[in-house]
Structures are given as C-alpha cells and as structure tokens.
C-alpha cells in the first residue's frame, strides 16, 4: 500500500492485525517509554498512544519494531528498492539484462522530488509546548524528538537535490533550553549537516534548518540510510515510498507537505547550550555536553498529526530492527566500496559501533609459507576507515577458508579466531585515535583507541569447555571463575578504583595465572564485576565487556611483553569492570513500571498481549 501520511499507514497496520490503540490517558513522562520497551521486548505490535497527557496530539511507536511488519509497511516497494540499490552499486546488471530491470525504471518515477506552490492549507501553526514532550529514562535532560528527520541544505548549492537529511536528536525541553523558542539537536561536524553548517559560517549566514516527523514511514527511514554515492535521502524517500517526496518553502525554509509535524530555525554560528543527558542506544546514559542550539521559527502540525517516536536503550531495542532492514536493504554494498571483503557485521548486542566482525579474502601468502594474516589487515585497515564503521573500538576478522562462516554466529565464530590466532603476532592496536562520541569507556569526548584481532590458518589450540584447574583458585581479589563460552572464562575482580591500581592488580594476576604453566585452552579472559552476569548469556558477554573497556588501556596478557613495538602474549585479559568515568547505565524505574500495570491488566487496552505479571 502506498501510504501519503502517517494515519494511512496507522489504519492499514491496525486493519492487518499489526497495531493495538491504546484508549487510556497515558503521561509521556517515562510512562510511554516504559510502555513501548515492555512491548517491543515481547515482539509485540506498534502501539497508538491516543490519549497523550498534556497534548492534543497522538503518538505512535514501535511501528519499526520488527523485521517482517517493517517489511510489510514497505511490501509493495521493497523488491523495486533494492534492485535500485544494486544497480546503484552495480550498474553492470542493467546492461547485462535490461529487460529484468523494466520495474527498476518504473520505480524511479516516484524518485524526483516535487514542489508544490505552497504548505498545505491544514497545516496549523503552533507551538513546541504543544507536541507530545516525551521523557524516556528519569536520568534524560528533558523531552526528545526521537525520529526527526533534520533537513538542511548546502549554503554553496542551495536547492533540495544538494540537500542532506539525517536523524540526529533534538531536545525540546529542559536543560537551558526556552520552551517554544529554542531545541537542542546533536550532531557532530563530519556528518552532513555539520558540513552545511561549516559552509553557513564561512558566510556569515546563519543555517536554516527544518525538522520533519511523521509523514509516509518511509521518509523516517531514509534520514538513517547510507546510500549509494550520488542517491540523495529525498530520491530513496520517494522511491521507498513509492510517491514522490512533496515539498514547498515558507519564509524560505523548506516545508515537507506530507508531513505531521514540522520545525522551521535558524543555527547561528558558535550558539550552543548544554545538550543531554540521554539514555543511549549503548544501554548508558550520554552525558551533558554543548551542542548547536536552533532558534525556532514556526512550527506546523496537521489537524490530525500523529507523533512517531521511538526508545532507545540497551540493545536489542527498535534501532536493532532499522539496522536490519537496512542490511537487508543495501544488501552487498559493503562488497562493492570495500574490495576483498566478504562481510561485515556491526554486533548489535555490543551497542553496534564497539564491536565489528568481519571476513574477508586471504590471497598473499604464498602455499609454501605458514599461512598468517596479511590481506585481511589490508582490509581491516579500510574498514576502520569506512563511515560510520570507523567508530568501532573492536574489529575481530578471519578469511573463510576451508569452512563457511557466520559473522552473526557469535560462538561459532569467535571460536573460530579463538582456535587459530597467534597471540604473538595477531594482535594490532590503534592508540590515541578517535571513538563513538557516545562510548565514554575512552580517554575524553570522541577519544580512545581500536585493536584488530586477525586469525587465518590452520588450528592452533583446543578451547576449553569448562572452567580450566588454572583460574579455580586466584590470588586475592580475583575469583569466581565462569566459563563464558569456549576459550572465553569471566573472572570476577573487586571494583575498580584507577589505572595505576589495575595496572598493579593485573600484573599480578597474571604473574599468579603464568606460574601455573601454560593455559592455551583459554586464549580470552574478561575480567569483570560480575561473573555469574557476565557468563549467563552472550547477549550479556557481548554488552559488558565491549561497551565497558578502551583497547589500549585495557587489554592485558599473560607473559605480555614488546618485540619491535608490537605487543603480544599468551593469553589476552580484557579489564570490563565499570570504570569511574563512564557513564550510568540505564535502570528503568519502578514506580513508573508499577503505574503502568493498569494497561496489561484484565480491561486494559494491552490485556491482550499476555504480558501483565
């Protein structure tokens, strides 16, 4: 079905089983959020929030909140998209069959964006105060738009086709913020909008800016998609939603006319406040930091506008579904601008950006020489210079050689580099370098360090399937060993208190683990403040230690030493214990979680879901 606003689509959902309204008043401080999270964790349905406290206006989440009702939004356009991607990245296929690609063509009608005389007539003007202001996490700094779609334009090439559109969050309220003349938006310089603003400053002119939300589901999704080179978001929106992106421009800011909501302002350069904090999809808060603040010009909303929202916390959460279906979308893009790789998987569980698994091709060592890792690195230096993959802090990579692979089995795979790295020669570390803005286990905002573990070859060692006799009894302070997964033990340690106190704690850790005679069986220990936790499940694993360490200043080894600057040991030691410089992690809050009950229970609007305790 091709949707022209966000209500179609609401109907449509609702028609085919997929949405449930809820009829109660409901508060959009913490009570929404806590609502979508207890839903979106049992796969259950989107949700319209038709009676929002302090609004007028609806609201609606976890429409993106699985995989096959994403698709099923986009079910008469998606099989078009993604032969227009891989042409995009593959123009070949066209010529070598054009006949195929007839609907490709047909598709692409609705690509051009088209202007339009002037704002719909319905469009009302209000205020900020009167959206939904929606707090998620008692630690937030306010209310948050959580799927924005944030309109600029290149200042040097003005006009829609030199436009970007990116989802990066505005603040509404709270913090220093005036209510109805100022928001708050985050984003860093290298993103899209950065460099429009760049431009506007280098002439003394002030970015305009317009934030959209709602509209056809597909405008939300194209403010997240990496597309082809030369393929702007407004093309793919219009494409995706198989109608045409309509627009207009009042007092010369561009107005999306299929639109519920939308924010006109200015940015005017060195104006910042403190933006945050913000429960983030790494399962923390991010802290208060200065970030551009815009001057509200209007704001419009239809008569009938629904707010589309989203909670992010952490992962799996609703954003792990926008991961995948643009993965199912881009298909082997990543193929295409990355010669040699054969895949690459952004772990979700790790809050995607800390952790990267690949595997790529192995063609330089000659038959005759031990087989050891050359070619990968090539490409692991390309992957940790691509986009946003240059965020990771942990690359692990192998070659598929004799056996097929599966990046997304986690078991399977690190097994497989467990089983064959060389931990004197395959370990490569990137210090003093630049993370997440998000990741606070670094040096400062934006700063830390990367390592790449690489294995090719033939199988070195049989990983340990049980805790091994060596780490039973530890020396003071260390114990409770637990077997995460084969080769990977967690080791519980007291709370950590500074480097300088690690550095002295692990060495001799690893001193006591070292007398014991070699421990090959066990490649990886996490140190951490909770082995039980830690070792329940990979989800778990995967979270703690990759969210919680910065390579460079917590990575230790047994029998660690240097050989021309290059690091090695005999068995690594990640220090995942929670350090006094990250951020909290978010807790939901109980009061909010007891309140909520009356919608779960017998005559509530979710009664049906099954989900009351």
């Known amino acids: 079905m091709i949707y022209r606003n966000m209500e179609e689509c609401v109907n449509d959902l609702e028609k085919h089983g997929h949405l449930v309204r809820i009829h109660e008043e409901v508060d959009p401080h913490l009570e929404m959020a806590a609502i979508h999270l207890k839903v979106f964790e049992a796969g259950g349905p989107a949700l319209l929030f038709e009676k929002v406290k302090g609004s007028k206006f609806r609201a609606v989440s976890n429409l993106f909140g699985t995989v096959e009702r994403s698709k099923f939004i986009f079910r008469q356009t998606w099989d078009s998209v993604q032969d227009v991607i891989a042409l995009r990245n593959d123009p070949v296929k066209a010529m070598k069959n054009p006949f195929k690609h007839v609907r490709t063509g047909l598709a692409a009608r609705h690509a051009l964006p088209m202007k339009q005389s002037g704002k719909p007539a319905e469009m009302q003007e209000i205020n900020i105060s009167d959206l939904p202001l929606i707090k998620h996490w008692q630690g937030d700094g306010g209310a948050f738009v959580t799927l924005p779609q944030v309109y600029s334009e290149d200042p040097d090439k003005p006009g829609i086709m030199n436009s970007n559109l990116g989802m990066y969050r505005v603040q509404l309220s709270g913090n220093d913020y005036e209510m109805d003349k100022e928001v708050g938006i985050h984003y860093q310089i ?8 760049d431009r506007a400053n280098r002439q003394g002119m002030p970015l305009k800016v317009s934030i959209f939300a709602g509209g056809p589901p597909a405008h939300t999704l194209s403010a997240v998609m990496p597309l082809p080179e030369g393929m702007s978001e407004l093309t793919f929106a219009g494409l995706l939603s198989g109608r045409r992106f309509r627009y207009s421009y009042v007092d010369g800011f561009c107005i999306s006319n299929d639109a519920d909501f939308v924010i006109t302002g200015e940015i005017h350069q060195g104006e910042t406040k403190p933006e945050g904090p913000f429960g983030d999809h790494l399962g923390y808060y991010s802290l208060t930091h200065p970030f551009p603040v815009m001057r509200v010009h209007k704001v419009y909303a239809r008569p009938n ?4 929202f989203t909670v992010v ?9 926008f991961g995948a279906l643009i993965h199912e979308l881009t298909g082997d893009a990543i193929k ?3 010669p040699g790789v054969k895949e690459v998987h952004a772990v979700d569980a790790a809050g995607v950006h800390p952790l990267l698994f690949a595997i790529g091709s192995e063609r330089y060592t000659p038959y005759e020489q031990v087989k050891q890792p050359a070619e990968i690195l090539t490409i692991a230096n390309r992957i940790l210079g691509t986009g946003q993959l240059s965020l990771a802090k942990y690359l692990f990579m192998t070659a598929e050689e004799s056996q097929p692979l599966d990046t997304h089995d986690v078991e399977g795979f690190l097994g497989y ?11 490569h570390f990137y210090t003093n370098t630049t993370i997440d803005t998000l990741d606070y286990s670094g040096t400062g905002l934006n700063t830390g360090s990367k390592v790449i573990f690489a294995a090719v070859g033939e199988k070195k060692r049989e990983l340990c399937r049980e805790v091994p006799a060596q780490l039973t009894e530890l020396p003071a302070g260390f114990g409770q060993a637990r077997l995460v997964m084969p080769g990977i033990v967690a080791i519980q340690g007291s709370a950590f208190a500074s480097y300088e106190e690690a550095q002295q704690e ?19 220990m996490i140190l951490c403040d909770d082995s039980e936790f830690m070792s329940e499940t990979t989800n778990n694993f995967l979270w703690a230690t990759f969210t919680r360490s910065n390579p460079s200043h917590d990575i230790y080894g047994v029998n660690s030493g240097y050989a021309f600057k290059h690091w090695a040991c005999d068995n690594v030691i990640i220090d995942a214990r929670v350090k006094p410089h990250q951020a909290p992690p978010l807790i939901p809050d109980p009061v909010v979680e007891k309140n909520i009950e009356r919608l779960f229970a017998e005559g509530g609007s979710l009664s049906g879901l099954g989900l009351s305790k």
Do not use: V, W
């Open 190 to 197: 290298h993103r899209g909008i950065g460099i429009h603003q």
């Open 305 to 308: 506008a629904i707010f589309p």
């Open 313 to 321: 916390g952490r992962p799996p959460q609703e954003d792990t579904a």
């Open 336 to 338: 295409q601008e990355i």
């Open 417 to 427: 580099i467990l089983e064959r790295i060389n931990l004197k020669r395959d370990i």
């Open 506 to 524: 692990i060495d001799g850790l690893c001193k006591a683990i070292a007398a014991k005679g070699p421990l090959d069986s066990a490649p990886m």
